[in-house]
């Protein structure tokens, strides 16, 4: 497919629109400093990879990511052809990449069971860099060691950090399907650093991050962020401040309860959509 600098323009400034505004690292680049990370990735090594979604993270604004421990938000998030093949233009840095295999109207989120994912690696599993300088054009090849993501491989005890509990309204009533993002700043403001899975049907949630350290917590119904909907949980604290957790490396911190309420106010405009969930492939593609 095709790349520009106006397709990327188009695509960063909504993805910055989804989460509030945009950081360094998701600005298009400038024509000077502008650079492509770029490649094809098969699953089994034979088949291209259709439906891929590349997801590039900026070693300068985050940990590396990793596909089970936690799930740590994408700065940049582009495509594979149908050929599995893909060109991103991104700025002058340090990256990290994953490669997921999306059904056309899937959520562009945490991996779920069944779907190839490709973690740019090395063979003991620790994440590579790829290192691009301005104006350079680094051309991975074919990346063919994706594998099927296991569900059953991810962690909830152990040498974990993470905060755990359960999302509930203001009856006391469990709220299932909701997200629980972490961030970095006390406004919560912009981009996540980390988002949980979904909450089962008890309201349950296991949050987990790279490391120890003091986030503030935001739920949503919607993974994109953006304005709320109408109907859309939201914390149920003044201005829907986000809850601030102080975590300890290698520990849960558990018994955690967020309280939410349907958000009903300015901003909104109407129902909660389905097709909000996240950005999906068929919106990436532009259909």
């Known amino acids: 497919m095709k790349r520009s600098l106006l397709a990327l323009v188009f695509f960063l400034a909504t993805t910055a629109l989804a989460y509030g505004e945009a950081s360094p690292s998701q600005m298009p680049a400038s024509p000077e400093t502008k650079t492509t ?18 997801l590039l993270f900026n070693k300068m604004w985050g940990p590396p990511p990793h596909p ?30 994953m490669i997921a295999q999306k059904k056309p109207d899937g959520e562009i989120g945490p991996p779920k069971g ?30 063919s060691k994706s594998f099927i993501w296991s569900p059953k491989k991810v962690p909830h005890d152990g040498d974990l950090t993470a905060a755990e509990g359960i999302v509930a ?10 997200v629980v993002f972490a961030y970095f700043n006390s406004d919560a403001v912009g981009k996540p650093a980390f988002v949980s899975d979904r909450t089962d049907k008890n309201g349950r949630f296991q949050l987990r991050v790279y490391e120890g350290g003091t986030y503030y917590l935001k739920v949503r119904s919607i993974i994109g962020g953006g304005a709320p909907e109408t109907g859309e949980y939201q914390n ?6 986000p809850v601030e957790v102080l975590l300890t490396s290698g520990q849960q911190l558990k018994g955690i309860t967020l309280k939410v309420d349907k958000f009903v106010g300015k901003g909104s405009t109407g129902t909660v959509k389905p097709d909000r969930i996240w950005k999906n492939t068929k919106k990436l593609q532009g259909k």
């Open 37 to 54: 990370i770029s490649g094809q990735v098969k699953v089994k090594g034979k088949t291209p990879m259709t439906n891929g979604v590349v």
């Open 68 to 97: 089970y421990k936690y799930w740590r938000i994408p700065d940049i998030i582009s495509e594979t052809d149908k050929s599995g093949k893909f060109t991103v233009d991104v700025q002058e840095g340090t990256y990290y990449l």
């Open 114 to 143: 069944n779907e190839f994912l490709y973690f740019h690696g090395n063979a003991k599993g620790d994440p590579k860099t790829i290192v691009v300088s301005a104006g350079s054009k680094v051309n991975l090849g074919v990346l």
């Open 169 to 178: 309204n203001l009856e006391n009533t469990p709220v299932e399907n909701a």
């Open 236 to 241: 149920a604290t003044k201005e829907f401040v």
